[in-house]
Nanobody, 123 residues
Framework: QVQLVESGGGLVQAGGSLRLSCAAS????????VGWFRQAPGKERELVAG???????YYADSVKGRFTISRDNAKNTVYLQMNSLKPEDTAVYYC?????????????????WGQGTQVTVSS
């Protein structure tokens, strides 16, 4: 069982930066693939970045070059550094985990979810 807790969301002006953190319980967190999803009002939940248990990464086209995902297995934490934020990045951001490799686009492939953290980017 893995419990995930996100933090770091908030209100920021366009062009600003935020760093989200996803802290996980459990001693085998290094075996998990983690994805950062976001969901804006009226829209489906979408994968914006993922990092596999082996360290491979994925970014949605909309965030490439602006967002960076990383993990610190010693701290059981995955980070999402978000730079050059745009109003369209406004959403609730969730981290999710699944055991093993493979970064999947579909939320149903992930077994564990955090409670979400709100990111609001003003224009």
């Amino acid at each position: 069982q893995v419990q995930l807790v996100e933090s770091g969301g908030g209100l920021v002006q366009a062009g600003g930066s935020l760093r989200l953190s996803c802290a996980a319980s459990g001693r085998t967190f290094s075996r998990y693939t983690v994805g950062w999803f976001r969901q804006a009002p009226g829209k489906e939940r979408e994968l914006v970045a993922g990092i596999s248990s082996g360290g491979s990464t994925y970014y949605a086209d909309s965030v490439k070059g602006r967002f960076t995902i990383s993990r610190d297995n010693a701290k059981n934490t995955v980070y999402l550094q978000m730079n050059s934020l745009k109003p369209e990045d406004t959403a609730v951001y969730y981290c999710a985990a699944r055991e093993g490799g493979g970064i999947y686009y579909y939320p149903t492939r992930y077994d564990y979810w955090g409670q979400g953290t709100q990111v609001t980017v003003s224009s």
